[in-house]
T-cell receptor
Framework: GDSVTQMEGPVTLSEEAFLTINCTYT??????LFWYVQYPGEGLQLLLK?????DKGSNKGFEATYRKETTSFHLEKGSVQVSDSAVYFC???????????FGKGTLLTVNP | NAGVTQTPKFQVLKTGQSMTLQCAQD?????MSWYRQDPGMGLRLIHY???????DQGEVPNGYNVSRSTTEDFPLRLLSAAPSQTSVYFC??????????????FGEGSRLTVL
């Protein structure tokens, strides 16, 4: 079945540092890939997505590129802020089903 | 806009008690689902529905029942709570078109503790 493996945290960075959170996946067919973010005390919200190979999703300074050859979708940001502190989830949806498969989440803490 | 509304936000139960977590959305979304979030496990799909009168099981359905009598509501029932059901529960919804692109709209969560 489909699965998502992402870098285990927690990750602690200083403000303005570079962020990478690794994500790899296993899926049949050609899945769409996503990053969701969960701020403290809130539900998840979609951060960015990519629906085909070599697509780059971007939002709020975050980027991720759909790499079919390495089955990866790593999340990056050039300069993190304290307000980026949250849990980040990599996810995929495969085929024509209605099931989103999530990774375990990575807690990011950014210190001033 | 209310979006996806979950009640209650917090609940403590004793083993064997029953309860219902409520979920309502005002976006006329066809798709609704329930996830549970546990430390180190990410989010796991419990049940989902693609329209009124249609429900299906997700990854971890045991111990939970659902029904979808209206487009707006998708309650999750625990008939006999167990400590293993201690978790944070999220309801999520989407339109069919948005679901095809994986965009779910989540509620704020319901934290359940079973003693």
């Amino acid at each position: 079945g489909d699965s998502v493996t992402q870098m285990e945290g927690p990750v602690t960075l200083s403000e303005e540092a570079f962020l990478t959170i690794n994500c790899t996946y296993t899926a049949t067919g050609y899945p769409s890939l996503f990053w969701y973010v969960q701020y403290p005390g809130e539900g998840l919200q979609l951060l960015l997505k990519a629906t085909k190979a070599d697509d780059k999703g971007s939002n709020k300074g975050f980027e991720a590129t759909y790499r079919k050859e390495t089955t990866s979708f790593h999340l990056e940001k050039g300069s993190v802020q304290v307000s980026d502190s949250a849990v980040y989830f990599c996810a995929l949806i495969g085929g024509s089903n209605y099931k989103l498969t999530f990774g375990k989440g990575t807690l990011l803490t950014v210190n001033p | 806009n209310a979006g996806v509304t979950q009640t209650p936000k917090f609940q403590v139960l004793k083993t064997g008690q029953s309860m219902t977590l409520q979920c309502a959305q005002d976006m006329n979304h066809e798709y609704m689902s329930w996830y549970r979030q546990d430390p180190g496990m990410g989010l796991r799909l419990i049940h989902y529905s693609v329209g009124a009168g249609i429900t299906d099981q997700g990854e971890v359905p045991n111990g939970y029942n659902v029904s979808r009598s209206t487009t707006e509501d998708f309650p999750l029932r625990l008939l006999s709570a167990a400590p293993s059901q201690t978790s944070v529960y999220f309801c999520a919804s989407s339109s069919k078109g948005q679901m095809n692109t994986g965009e779910l709209f989540f509620g704020e969560g319901s934290r359940l503790t079973v003693l």
